[in-house]
């Protein structure tokens, strides 16, 4: 069966920090490119952050939001994906949600399997 | 950067009947970097459509996407009791790389 089962989630403070994890199973890990996608309290959607396959280059990319306190990671061998976080804010508040896209250069076949997300609350 | 606004913000529909959700763009999208989702409460989000109208494995053909340029368009043909959720467009490729419409709210009427 194909997964994706994220952890890591709690409460911290402002400007703290806190790493979440997406263990994957049921699929060739290495092959996707990974997103994290977050949704604050009674909103809509918000992509965070995506991280190519090795084979596409590994190459990550953020939203304005969050660029430059969340880094994306992951293990291959392990078959997780990784968002740190850090100088957390108020508004950091959200399910965090980590998707896997098959894609390449001039091509995807859009964010195909979802975790059942962590709950990251911010607050004082 | 590139804004998705979907409309209406809430459809009140029956079982049975058809259901037109529209998503447009600030800017042009590529067919091929459209997609759609569904999410029903306290679930994630399911990917229904993806360039444009091409669906995702298992979803039924009562759902169909069509559009191009800014104006793309999903249809329930006739609608099941499980289809009344939140539905999201999707862009990729535009500043932000990845951009979610605001939703649209299909309630039973």
């Known amino acids: 069966e194909v997964q994706l089962v994220e952890s890591g989630g709690g409460l911290v403070k402002p400007g703290g920090s806190l790493r979440l994890s997406c263990a994957a199973s049921g699929f060739t890990f290495s092959r996707p490119w990974m997103s994290w996608v977050r949704q604050a309290p009674g909103k809509g959607l918000e992509w965070v952050g995506r991280i190519k396959s090795k084979t596409d280059g590994g190459t990550t990319d953020y939203a304005a939001p969050v660029k430059g306190r969340f880094t994306i990671s992951r293990d291959d061998s392990k078959n997780t994906l990784y968002l740190q976080m850090n100088s957390l804010k108020t508004e950091d508040t959200a399910v965090y949600y980590c998707?896997?896209?098959?894609?390449?250069?001039?091509?995807?076949?859009?964010?195909?399997?979802w975790g059942q997300g962590t709950t990251v609350t911010v607050s004082s | 950067e590139i804004v998705l606004t979907q409309s209406p913000g809430t459809l009140s529909l029956s079982p049975g009947e058809r259901a037109t959700l529209s998503c447009r763009a600030s800017q042009s999208v590529s067919s091929s970097y459209l997609a759609w989702f569904q999410q029903k409460p306290g679930q994630a989000p399911r990917l229904l459509i993806f360039?444009?109208?091409s669906r995702a494995t298992g979803i039924p053909d009562r759902f169909s996407g069509s559009g191009s340029g800014t104006d793309f368009t999903l249809t329930i043909s006739r609608l099941e009791p499980e289809d009344f959720a939140v539905y999201y467009c999707?862009?990729?490729?535009?500043?932000?790389?990845?951009?979610f419409g605001q939703g649209t709210k299909l309630e039973i009427k």
């Open positions: 360039g444009t109208s």
């Open positions: 998707t896997t896209e098959m894609a390449g250069f001039g091509w995807t076949e859009g964010m195909d399997v």
């Open positions: 999707q862009q990729y490729g535009s500043s932000p790389l990845y951009t």
